[in-house]
C-alpha cells in the first residue's frame, strides 16, 4: 500500500487575537541599507507603521486616546467621538469605533484622498464634515471645535493636538519597540510633525532610556507643503503637546525632495511610502551626514496606498528613465 510520504506539517498557532485592535503596535524594523550605505559608521532603521491595524501610525494614539477617555469616565456610549484629521487619525477613530460600538464623527479637509474618506465614511461608517481645503488641518480643527461647542453634551472630543494620551501612546508602544528592536543601540531618533505626539512621546522615553539619545524633528520647509499628515509649525495652529525646546534639533526638509525620498525608498528598498515617510527618510540622510556615526531610528507612518491615485504621487514615483 502507498504510503503519504510527504509529512504534512501542521501549522503553529502563536496566538489568537481577541479583536483586530491587539493588531496595534509591535510594527516591524527595517533596515535601510541601500540609501544609507554612502554611510560606512551609520545605521538607519524605520518602523513600518501602516503594519498597524488601520494603516498607520495613528492607530496608537487613537486607541488610547479612546481608552483614556473610557476609563476616565468621559467616553460613555451614547457619546459620538468627534475629532479633527487630516485622515489618518480619522480611519483609525472609525475602525475603534466600529469595534468597540461607538459612532464617530469627523472633521476632514476637503482635499483629503478619496480612498482616506472612502475608508472613513464607507468602510468604518464615520460621519465625515468637509472644511476648506485651502485651510488645511487648521480648518478641520476649527470646525470640529464649533461641532462640539453647538452641542458639547453630544460629543467627546479627544483632541488629539492637545491630549497627552497621544504622547503617552507613544511614550509606552513606539520608543520602548525602538529600543528594543536596535537592541539598545538607538543613538538618534527622527520624526515628522503632525501633532507632535511621536516625536515628544517617542522622543522623551528614549532619553529616559538613554539620556545621550538625540532627538530631531522634521517639518516641511515651505507653508503651502504636499507633505500630507506634517505641519509647518510656524504659520500653524500649534498643537498643545507639542513643546519645541524639548527637540535636539529640527530638520526642514522641502516637498519635492519628500517626493524623491519616496521614488527612492520604492526603487531602492522595495518599500511603498507615503509622503511624510519621503520627508522622515531625507532627515535621516540629513542627520547622517551630520553626525557621521550613530544609530539612527525613524517611522514610516504610512504606505503609498492612498497616495497611488494623486498626480503628485505618480509625478515623482515613476523615475524618469
Ligand atoms: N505622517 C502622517 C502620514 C500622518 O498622518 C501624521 C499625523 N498627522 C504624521 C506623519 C505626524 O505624526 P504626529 O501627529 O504624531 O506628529
Redesign the pocket.
Known sequence: MATNTYAVEKPVIQRVDESILQRIGNTPIVRIKNLGKKFRNVEIYAKLEWYNAGG???AR?ALRMIEDGEKSGKLTKDKIILDS?????GIAYALIGLVKGYRVKLAIPANVCKERKRLMGEVYKAELVVSDPLEG?DGAIRMARKILSENHDKYFMPD?YNNPS?WKA?FDTTAVEIYRQTESRVTHFI?????????MGSGRRLKMFNPSVKVYAVEPAEALHGI????HMETSIRPGIYDENFLDGKISIKTEEAYEMVRLLQEEEGLGV????GAAMKGALVLAERIGKGVIATVF??SCECYVTTGNFQRYSTSQK
Open positions: 498607520s501610525i495613528k494614539p484629521t487630516s485622515g489618518n487619525t488641518s488629539q497621544n507613544h520624526a515628522g510633525i503632525g501633532t507632535a505626539g511621536t516625536v500630507e499628515g506634517l505641519k507615503g509622503h511624510s515617510s507612518p504610512d
